[in-house]
């Protein structure tokens, strides 16, 4: 069965366990940047959930977008998290493959019925109240995560760029 949702890789992220010190080694190592930088909690991304219950965490990302993909950077604040599963398992590195899809609800639908549970959702992130994502359990069949995302009209301004 093919998942008809995903057709290109439009993210990759890494989970890292400080979000300043990553963003510090992927500029001067790498070149890679700026970054725009976001904290996502329970007092802005409604309705999260982990592991089918509704659940707060917290996280800040740092995102940039390169020949027109998106990087991220995640660090786990509060949980319990996939992030924080991550961390724990595996230390720093890939953590999931994200893909825009315009309607997050049949891409749920079409994942679980190909055997892929949620596992950590939020929706409600965009300044209009929409957008949302949400990370499958495939770490087991394809190595890493998958997460579709709905991008929302617009985002509110980052809380900062990185650098300055």
């Given at each position: 069965?093919?998942?008809?949702?995903?057709?290109?890789?439009?993210?990759?992220?890494?989970?890292?366990?400080?979000?300043?010190?990553?963003?510090?080694?992927?500029?001067?190592?790498?070149?890679?940047?700026?970054?725009?930088?976001?904290?996502?909690?329970?007092?802005?991304?409604?309705?999260?959930?982990?592991?089918?219950?509704?659940?707060?965490?917290?996280?800040?990302?740092?995102?940039?977008?390169?020949?027109?993909?998106?990087?991220?950077?995640?660090?786990?604040?509060?949980?319990?998290?996939?992030?924080?599963?991550?961390?724990?398992?595996?230390?720093?590195?890939?953590?999931?493959?994200?893909?825009?899809?315009?309607?997050?609800?049949?891409?749920?639908?079409?994942?679980?019925?190909?055997?892929?549970?949620?596992?950590?959702?939020?929706?409600?992130?965009?300044?209009?109240?929409?957008?949302?994502?949400?990370?499958?359990?495939t770490g087991a069949a394809?190595?890493?995560?998958?997460?579709?995302?709905?991008?929302?009209?617009?985002?509110?301004?980052?809380?900062?760029?990185?650098?300055?």
């Amino acid at each position: 069965m093919t998942i008809d949702s995903f057709r290109s890789v439009d993210q990759v992220a890494l989970v890292v366990r400080d979000l300043d010190a990553a963003m510090e080694r992927y500029s001067v190592q790498l070149g890679v940047g700026p970054r725009e930088i976001y904290t996502f909690s329970p007092e802005w991304v409604r309705r999260m959930t982990f592991r089918g219950r509704e659940l707060g965490y917290s996280m800040r990302l740092g995102l940039t977008e390169i020949a027109g993909m998106s990087y991220e950077l995640v660090e786990p604040l509060t949980g319990p998290s996939t992030y924080h599963e991550f961390l724990d398992a595996h230390g720093e590195g890939l953590h999931h493959l994200g893909y825009m899809v315009d309607d997050l609800e049949a891409a749920i639908a079409e994942m679980a019925a190909a055997g892929f549970p949620v596992l950590q959702s939020g929706r409600d992130y965009g300044v209009d109240g929409d957008g949302g994502y949400a990370y499958f359990e495939t770490g087991a069949a394809l190595g890493c995560i998958v997460e579709a995302i709905e991008r929302p009209r617009a985002l509110p301004p980052p809380e900062r760029t990185y650098p300055a």
